[in-house]
Protein backbone atom coordinates (compact mmCIF):
# COMPACT_ATOMS: atom_id res chain seq x y z
CA UNK A 1 0.00 0.00 0.00
CA UNK A 2 2.58 2.40 0.32
CA UNK A 3 4.72 1.85 -2.39
CA UNK A 4 1.20 2.18 -4.23
CA UNK A 5 0.72 5.71 -2.53
CA UNK A 6 4.25 6.53 -3.30
CA UNK A 7 4.09 6.04 -6.39
CA UNK A 8 0.62 7.47 -7.14
CA UNK A 9 1.28 10.97 -5.11
CA UNK A 10 5.14 11.35 -5.27
CA UNK A 11 5.70 12.77 -1.84
CA UNK A 12 9.07 14.55 -0.93
CA UNK A 13 8.38 13.39 2.72
CA UNK A 14 5.88 10.96 4.40
CA UNK A 15 5.84 10.91 8.15
CA UNK A 16 4.46 8.46 10.12
CA UNK A 17 3.18 8.26 13.86
CA UNK A 18 5.80 6.64 16.13
CA UNK A 19 5.01 4.08 18.57
CA UNK A 20 3.92 4.53 21.86
CA UNK A 21 3.78 1.90 24.50
CA UNK A 22 7.35 1.06 26.14
CA UNK A 23 7.00 -2.48 26.88
CA UNK A 24 3.44 -2.54 25.92
CA UNK A 25 3.76 -1.34 22.43
CA UNK A 26 2.09 -3.42 19.93
CA UNK A 27 4.53 -5.22 18.06
CA UNK A 28 2.16 -5.25 14.98
CA UNK A 29 2.32 -1.46 14.58
CA UNK A 30 5.98 -1.19 15.31
CA UNK A 31 6.62 -3.81 12.55
CA UNK A 32 4.27 -2.14 10.25
CA UNK A 33 6.21 1.29 11.05
CA UNK A 34 9.47 -0.10 9.57
CA UNK A 35 7.90 -1.47 6.85
CA UNK A 36 6.62 1.63 5.91
CA UNK A 37 10.31 3.67 6.59
CA UNK A 38 11.53 0.85 4.54
CA UNK A 39 9.51 1.35 1.50
CA UNK A 40 9.92 4.42 1.63
CA UNK A 41 14.15 4.27 1.97
CA UNK A 42 13.33 1.76 -1.03
CA UNK A 43 11.64 4.79 -3.03
CA UNK A 44 13.72 7.38 -2.23
CA UNK A 45 11.76 9.63 -0.28
CA UNK A 46 12.34 10.76 3.05
CA UNK A 47 10.85 9.67 6.00
CA UNK A 48 9.97 11.37 9.64
CA UNK A 49 8.83 10.07 13.16
CA UNK A 50 6.28 11.51 14.54
CA UNK A 51 6.08 11.56 18.22
CA UNK A 52 2.42 12.29 19.86
CA UNK A 53 4.06 14.57 22.26
CA UNK A 54 5.93 16.89 20.12
CA UNK A 55 3.21 16.63 17.55
CA UNK A 56 0.97 18.07 20.30
CA UNK A 57 2.97 20.43 21.78
CA UNK A 58 3.68 21.78 18.00
CA UNK A 59 -0.86 22.07 17.91
CA UNK A 60 -2.20 22.63 21.45
CA UNK A 61 1.16 24.67 22.73
CA UNK A 62 1.44 21.63 25.38
CA UNK A 63 2.37 17.79 25.16
CA UNK A 64 -0.85 16.67 27.30
CA UNK A 65 -0.28 13.37 29.24
CA UNK A 66 -2.55 11.87 31.81
CA UNK A 67 -1.17 13.88 34.88
CA UNK A 68 -2.97 17.14 32.90
CA UNK A 69 -6.27 15.26 33.86
CA UNK A 70 -6.21 14.52 37.43
CA UNK A 71 -9.59 13.68 37.76
CA UNK A 72 -9.85 11.01 35.07
CA UNK A 73 -8.45 7.36 35.22
CA UNK A 74 -5.56 7.05 33.14
CA UNK A 75 -7.39 5.36 30.48
CA UNK A 76 -10.23 8.23 29.85
CA UNK A 77 -7.62 10.31 30.02
CA UNK A 78 -6.01 9.19 27.26
CA UNK A 79 -8.69 7.99 24.92
CA UNK A 80 -10.97 10.86 25.76
CA UNK A 81 -9.88 14.22 27.50
CA UNK A 82 -6.61 14.32 25.68
CA UNK A 83 -8.27 13.87 21.67
CA UNK A 84 -11.07 15.77 22.33
CA UNK A 85 -7.87 18.83 23.06
CA UNK A 86 -7.02 17.78 19.76
CA UNK A 87 -10.41 17.76 17.92
CA UNK A 88 -11.29 21.01 19.99
CA UNK A 89 -7.83 22.91 18.14
CA UNK A 90 -9.01 20.97 14.84
CA UNK A 91 -12.43 22.97 14.75
CA UNK A 92 -10.86 26.15 15.82
CA UNK A 93 -8.92 26.35 13.04
CA UNK A 94 -12.21 25.48 10.57
CA UNK A 95 -10.81 22.00 10.22
CA UNK A 96 -13.48 19.40 9.48
CA UNK A 97 -12.61 16.46 11.74
CA UNK A 98 -15.97 14.84 12.76
CA UNK A 99 -15.50 14.22 15.97
CA UNK A 100 -12.64 11.68 15.40
CA UNK A 101 -9.55 11.72 17.59
CA UNK A 102 -7.99 9.72 14.54
CA UNK A 103 -8.86 12.34 12.13
CA UNK A 104 -7.79 14.71 14.60
CA UNK A 105 -4.77 13.31 15.29
CA UNK A 106 -4.14 12.99 11.16
CA UNK A 107 -4.32 16.52 11.14
CA UNK A 108 -2.28 17.63 13.85
CA UNK A 109 0.80 15.58 12.93
CA UNK A 110 0.18 17.01 8.93
CA UNK A 111 0.43 20.59 10.42
CA UNK A 112 3.20 19.79 12.79
CA UNK A 113 5.17 18.00 9.58
CA UNK A 114 4.39 21.19 7.33
CA UNK A 115 5.16 23.43 10.17
CA UNK A 116 8.73 21.65 10.69
CA UNK A 117 9.28 20.43 6.93
CA UNK A 118 8.06 23.11 4.91
CA UNK A 119 9.38 26.34 4.85
CA UNK A 120 6.70 28.59 3.09
CA UNK A 121 4.10 26.57 5.37
CA UNK A 122 1.00 28.57 7.09
CA UNK A 123 -1.76 27.46 8.49
CA UNK A 124 -5.15 28.69 7.47
CA UNK A 125 -5.98 31.68 9.74
CA UNK A 126 -9.26 31.69 12.18
CA UNK A 127 -11.13 34.40 13.87
CA UNK A 128 -11.39 36.58 11.46
CA UNK A 129 -7.57 37.92 12.02
CA UNK A 130 -6.82 38.73 8.25
Sequence with gaps: ???GLIVHHKPDLVVGEAAIGGKNASAFLIKLFGCVEAV???R????EAAHSGTVRKHFVGKALTTRD???LKSDKAKKAAIKDVVIRRCMAMGWDVDNDPDAADAAATWDWACATFCRSY????VGGLF
Design 1 to 3: MTQ
Design 40 to 42: CWN
Design 44 to 47: GVKF
Design 69 to 71: FPH
Design 122 to 125: QAKP
